[in-house]
T-cell receptor
């Protein structure tokens, strides 16, 4: 079956702009989690959606938001981009709880200049 | 405050020998632990997990050990193979089922 698909793979944006990233989970998976990875850091949890509802949220400012659609596809949005938002954004899908075996996409590499 | 720590940024091991990757945690409420492997330009891949009610879980060449009193877990890879060269992350699950991740250890298997 198809894996987790994230689009776009690479993105360059200017400070102050906003960006939307997309994630299509594995068919049948209802939980989608988003993570930010920066060099030397582990994955920092952004939020988790399950059946179109945000079930958990990490410690990120309100500029970071997300949503999930009825087909389980998810988007995350970052508004008023800052240089420090440059990172690899990873999406993971799982059938149930996010602490079970999760399948990750290849990520979106966001560079803010 | 890092609740999950992987204190070795990198580890170099000879092919065929044992690789031991370590992870420490501070939150005694963590009850489920996972290891993921990540190759460059790919997302992390699930390797193995362990519940806090166990102290060992084995899957082929991979074994995870959990020492709850020391708040320490380790991943053993035996024998190490060139394809094992990757970054390894440990993650711990809290009561909200949220995963808290370590910073990763880069494992290099030397031929």
């Amino acid at each position: 079956k198809a894996g987790v698909t994230q689009t776009p793979r690479y993105l360059i944006k200017t400070r102050g702009q906003q960006v939307t990233l997309s994630c299509s989970p594995i068919s049948g998976h209802r939980s989608v989690s988003w993570y930010q990875q920066t060099p030397g850091q582990g994955l920092q949890f952004l939020f988790e959606y399950f059946s179109e509802t945000q079930r958990n949220k990490g410690n990120f400012p309100g500029r970071f938001s997300g949503r999930q659609f009825s087909n389980s596809r998810s988007e995350m949005n970052v508004s008023t981009l800052e240089l420090g938002d440059s990172a690899l954004y990873l999406c993971a899908s799982s059938w149930g709880r996010p602490n079970t075996e999760a399948f990750f996409g290849q990520g979106t590499r966001l560079t803010v200049v | 405050d890092q609740q999950v720590k992987q204190n070795s940024p990198s580890l170099s091991v000879q092919e065929g020998r044992i690789s031991i990757l370590n992870c420490d945690y501070t939150n005694s409420m963590f009850d489920y632990f996972l290891w993921y492997k990540k190759y460059p330009a790919e997302g992390p891949t699930f390797l193995i997990s362990i519940s806090s009610i166990k102290d060992k879980n084995e899957d082929g060449r991979f074994t995870v050990f959990l020492n709850k009193s020391a708040k320490h877990l380790s991943l053993h890879i035996v024998p190490s193979q060139p394809g094992d060269s990757a970054v390894y992350f440990c993650a711990a699950s809290d009561s909200n089922y949220q995963l808290i991740w370590g910073a990763g250890t880069k494992l290099i298997i030397k031929p």
